[in-house]
Structures are given as structure tokens and as C-alpha cells.
């Protein structure tokens, strides 16, 4: 069995609302046994509570497959890049270092990479990603394409992404405000935002129990 060439994953940043629930859903799937493959980022902890869910891209090129010295890393034909296979993963870490995406992980104590693959167990068979079962708010969405145009009039998939002279193109989509014109996402461009700058004045006092003895 393979994934369905007509049925994409779909992240949308906006909609996260930080709940977690992916990552326990993902924690529970039949083959992960407690651990999660998917995790939750901080946009930009010092201003906002914004949570963006991180999955495999299922790069149509992996990286972390290409540095890998011990050939441990397959995309299979329908395009999704697998987790690390034993006995082949020395746990070297290269795949962790490649990834621009900042997903793979060494778990220590198994002595191997793991990382999301798209509950292959689940979708090869016809059946939803785990986390895209319990998302509540849809940041994370399995379908076809039509639904997702139909769920979303205001933004559109984008699925290449820029790092300075390299371009990736991903098995997974990213949801954009429509009116963005452009058909990529620049990663090395919003890695140049600089935060608003904040002031913070401390109060800084003589004696800490003046008041209270007053
Ligand atoms: S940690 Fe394992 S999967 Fe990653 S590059 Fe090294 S051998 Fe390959």
C-alpha cells in the first residue's frame, strides 16, 4: 500500500492554538510506543503565545537521507521520507545537523534517529495521520486539496521553501495568506525579522519591607 497521490498534509501556523493535543495523539500512535514525532515551536516566546506545530516536510529531496553515512534514511516511491531504520542508524546525528527543518532527533537511550513519518503505518492503509485526527482548530489537516481550498477561501498551499540559494519542495503544505503573491516561503527572510524593540523598566527600591512595616 502507499499514501494516495491525491491526499496531501496540511500545516496552517495560524490556527495552532498551542494544545498539545498533537503531540500526545502522536505519542500514542501503535508504532511510536510513547514517543512523539511531531513538536511544538515558539514563534517568539518573549511577545507571543503563538505555537507552530513541526511535522517532517517529506522533502522530494531529503537532505537528511543524502548525509547520512549509513544509507538509514528511504523516501519511498510515494513520496514520504521514513524514520530511521535499526540496525542500519549508527546515531550519528548528521541527519539532525542536515535537516533545515529541524526535525529529526537521536533519541539516546534507543541509539536512533526518529522522526515523523507521516504515520505511514495509518496513511499507506487509507487512514488520517494521527495528529491531524485530533487537531482542534485544523492547523494540522490530511486531504485532498479541493477541501483544503474549500475549508481555507483566504489561503492558499505553498510548497517550496527558499534557504538562501536552495530551494526545497516538499511532500507537505504550508497554508499562506492568499494575498502573499509569492509561490515560496523564504525561510532565510523571516530568519531576518528583527523583534519590536521592548522597553522594560525595573523598580528598584532601597529597603524590600519599608512597605510592609509601614
Ligand atoms: S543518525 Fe542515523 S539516520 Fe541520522 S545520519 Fe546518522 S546514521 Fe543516518
Redesign the pocket.
Known sequence: MSVPDHLHFYIDPNRCIGCQACVQACAECDTHKGDSMIHLEYVNRGESVQTVPVVCMHCDQPT??E???????KRTDDGVVQS??KP?????????L?CPFGV?E?KIDQQ??QKCDMCYDRSSVGKKPMCTTVCPSQALFFGTREQIEQLRPRSRPVREFHFGRQTITTRVHMMVPKDVQKNYVDITAAMEERAAARHVALKVIDDPFAEVQA
Do not use: E, K, Y
Open positions: 537528511c537521507a548525509v547520512c553515512p549509513a544509507d538509514a534514511i530511521a531504520l542500519r542508524c549508527i546515531a550519528c546525528g548528521n541527519c539532525v542536515g529529526p537521536v536512533l534517529m
